[in-house]
């Protein structure tokens, strides 16, 4: 009970003194979170790029060429009122 007034005291200016930092840590938390979303987001792309590179290694490896540059979804409607690619009839 001697020292409580300065020991009281002595806490306050600790915490007056250590403020600034504990203001600084949600902005911290928040740019941490984000740097974390970026990287999983880099490491899915590399995944899908792996994915893509080892697919078109086994087309190559199988030797059979696609007939086509970019694949078309059939009987796909954007909006109910128009399609925007129309199937064909084939004559």
């Not at 200016?13 to 979303?37: D, E, H």
Request: hydrophobic share 35%; glycine share 6%; proline share 7%.
């Amino acid at each position: 009970m001697k020292y409580q007034k300065q020991a009281m005291l002595g806490l306050l200016g600790m915490g007056l003194i250590a403020s600034p930092w504990l203001s600084q840590l949600p902005a911290q938390f928040k740019t941490y979170n984000s740097g974390i979303t970026i990287r999983e987001s880099e490491e899915l792309e590399r995944i899908k790029a792996e994915q893509r590179a080892a697919t078109a290694d086994k087309i190559n490896s199988l030797g059979v060429t696609p007939s086509f540059s970019k694949l078309r979804i059939r009987n796909y409607l954007d909006s109910k009122k128009r399609n925007p690619r129309p199937d064909l009839p084939v004559i």
